[in-house]
């Protein structure tokens, strides 16, 4: 089962994803690909944090699982995400 969203299909398989976010600087890697970036935006406070679901669809689950997660407190560089990400 492949599922498209954002742009991207994500693979049947594992796979990794790096998500990077700062105001007018936000990008996504997956699978060491090369990173897709956006140079507008502007991160909202969030109230709510929906891993493994769609938020605005109320059965919209992903079935499967997280294996890691891993929060940095900064915006990682391209490259980083890119490094994150390689299998």
């Known amino acids: 089962l492949q599922y498209t969203a954002g742009g991207f299909t994500l693979p049947a398989g594992p796979f990794r994803l790096a998500v990077s976010l700062a105001d007018d600087d936000m990008g996504y890697c997956l699978g060491g690909a090369t990173t897709k970036t956006d140079a507008t935006g502007t991160i909202p406070t969030p109230s709510n944090l929906f891993l493994g679901r769609a938020s605005w669809a109320v059965n919209n689950y992903a079935c499967c699982y997280i294996k890691r997660l891993t929060y940095y407190p ?12 390689e299998v």
């Open 74 to 85: 900064k915006r990682l560089t391209d490259a980083q995400l890119q490094a994150l990400t």
